[in-house]
């Protein structure tokens, strides 16, 4: 396609997106979009796109009678807000590994991740059938580098012991009709 005929796509596109045809914001051409207002004044927010990888774990003690737990991560998203304030939102939660203190979670999808957003706060817990136990967390920063940053976080529990560590891939993705089609948020 010449440079002429993909800045007449680029224009078309873009003024179907903002009209609200091929899905909108949050349709497979929504990268198109431009920054409009909102009511109230308030731009819309611009996001990247961020695969979560989380492949295994450590529990270092038992939580349960039977010597082992039943381990599983949750993973919200930490935003400032404009009073300076930090608001929390659920971003995903991995499957629970049954009977094991070394859990292998293979979990990994993209999100939606807002650039206001400043840090995960990533949680791990043992599931019960009454009361989960909470077992550690660690907050991490948000990679919107192009590389792929992965890391064995330690999660502490409310005294900061150490009780448990989780590996944990963020890397961020182009924003195409591909990735865009198959975010979960």
Known sequence: ?????SNIF???????VNAGNFGGRDGPLGHYATSEKKKGGKKVE??????FTIT???VFKAWD???LADPKVIVYLLKK??????????????NVCKKTLKPDFNFSEM??????????LMELWDDDLIKDDFIGSCKIPINFTDFPNASNYVLLD???????????MMHKLEKNGHNLLNVKN
């Open 1 to 5: 396609m010449s440079n002429v005929s």
């Open 10 to 16: 680029n224009q078309i596109a873009t003024t179907q």
């Open 46 to 51: 611009d996001f990247k796109i961020i695969r």
């Open 56 to 58: 295994k774990g450590d």
């Open 65 to 67: 009678s039977n010597g």
């Open 81 to 94: 807000k404009d009073d300076g304030t930090e608001s929390k939102k659920l971003l995903f939660k991995t």
């Open 111 to 120: 999100y939606k991740i807002p650039v206001k957003a400043i840090d995960i």
């Open 158 to 168: 409310k005294d900061n012991f150490a009780q448990g560590n989780v590996s944990l």
